[in-house]
């Protein structure tokens, strides 16, 4: 039997792109002072909780299946997209659920994950503490650990990797926003016709906001922020034609704080409903 995330039949493509839950070192800044990896801090219970409502939102009010679910390394995206990935795929909605401990039974068919480094973290001091990295740049993710986080059957160990390794410490900041909207564009183009949700960091909502939502400037992405892109896709010749990219914001961008030069000068908030 066929477990392989069914072609969309709508007229567009969907891609989400969100930010992690609350991470820990925001809450606890003791943490990092005995943290093995205090480069890669997990989410406090309330990230996940906030993870998971978000999951619940997509499912409910957006009213699209998600085909794939494509992450960035770091622990507080996997606990995310774990937590969204059990909202998304539950047997039964539970209204009162709040975080996949309330979930008894995962549809497996629904949906399929994968890691790819092109999500991770801006990789310099702008967003890590030097002192907090580690010495030798290695960021030693153990990709078949991070994996087993997920309910078992959802990851697609047949996907490869748009960027097959980390990116070099110290990379600009220039250099990492365009690698956000690099790895955005390939994994829609990879999948045309199938809906996806990137999860990724601040800097990577932010930027896909401001690239594709033009005479945009980003003030602020909050905890599991995210951004909807959509597009034409249609069929001709046994090939596939893709339109170009319109942020929707009919669904409201919950978490991104924004000015649109066109619109107002004063910024568009749009808070997370959790």
């Not at 922020?225 to 596939?240: F, I, M, N, Q, W």
């Amino acid at each position: 039997m066929d477990s392989s995330p069914k072609p969309n039949n709508d007229a567009y493509q969907h891609v989400f792109v969100m930010r992690h839950g609350d991470r820990i070192d925001n809450f606890e800044p003791l943490w990092v002072s005995t943290a093995a990896r205090p480069w890669d801090p997990p989410l406090v219970q309330d990230g996940m909780i906030r993870a998971f409502r978000t999951g619940q939102r997509i499912r409910s009010q957006i009213g699209l299946p998600i085909h794939r679910v494509f992450v960035s390394p770091f622990l507080r995206c996997i606990q995310t997209a774990s937590e969204v990935v059990s909202a998304l795929s539950a047997v039964t909605v539970d209204p009162n659920a709040m975080s996949s401990k309330d979930v008894p039974s995962i549809d497996t068919t629904k949906l399929k994950v994968a890691i790819e480094y092109g999500l991770c973290e801006m990789l310099n001091s702008v967003a890590i503490r030097r002192e907090l990295a580690p010495k030798d740049g290695n960021f030693d993710f153990r990709l078949s650990d991070l994996e087993a986080l997920f309910p078992e059957g959802m990851v697609d160990h047949n996907v490869d990797m748009i960027y097959k390794e980390m990116p070099e410490w110290e990379e600009t900041v220039e250099g990492c926003r365009e690698r956000y909207v690099n790895i955005v564009k390939a994994l829609a183009d990879k999948y045309p016709t199938e809906n996806l949700l990137l999860v990724t960091h601040g800097e990577g909502v932010g930027t896909t906001f401001s690239t594709f939502y033009k005479d945009t400037t980003v003030y602020e992405v909050d905890y599991c922020a995210y951004v909807e892109l959509r597009r034409e896709v249609s069929s001709k010749d046994g090939s596939v034609e893709t339109g170009e990219y319109e942020v929707v914001l009919s669904h409201g961008q919950a978490g991104i704080r924004f000015s649109h030069d066109h619109v107002t000068d004063d910024p568009v908030i749009s808070r997370t409903p959790v």
